[in-house]
């Protein structure tokens, strides 16, 4: 328990003064893009609880921050979903990796948040 209290105080403090883009930037080289990613292995269905546990606190990292560009609203939207979706692969819930490979559509996020505001 005080291991996983220091680890949320760190990632709190970690994340109070990391700028946004460098959160999002580092969530997904770390969870969605290598090929041992995390993201990847719930799309298999190979990913363990403790796996989608840090996964969820990722999400909900990026969904904090703000985007480079774009709706805010769209991409806490987007982000909600994808919590959600593991949040179902957790539980067990048959739905939950085919609603994870629709939410975690990495082009549909990028073609509307990625790279500096127009």
């Known amino acids: 328990m005080k291991k996983t209290a220091l680890t949320l105080l760190c ?56 985007p480079p560009k774009g709706d805010k609203a769209v991409w806490v939207e987007k982000c909600k979903a994808m919590e959600a979706a593991l949040k179902k692969v957790k539980s067990k819930d048959a739905a939950g990796v085919s609603e994870w490979k629709k939410a975690v559509n990495c082009k549909a996020c990028h073609d509307v948040f990625k790279g500096a505001a127009k």
Not at 26 to 47: L, S, T, Y
Request: net charge neutral.
């Open 11 to 66: 990632l709190a403090i970690g994340l109070s003064t990391a700028s946004a883009d460098d959160v999002i930037k580092g969530a997904m080289k770390k969870n969605f893009k290598p090929e041992d990613a995390i993201a990847k292995k719930v799309g298999k269905g190979e990913a363990s609880d403790a796996e989608i546990d840090s996964l969820i606190k990722c999400v909900q990292a990026i969904c904090a921050a703000t």
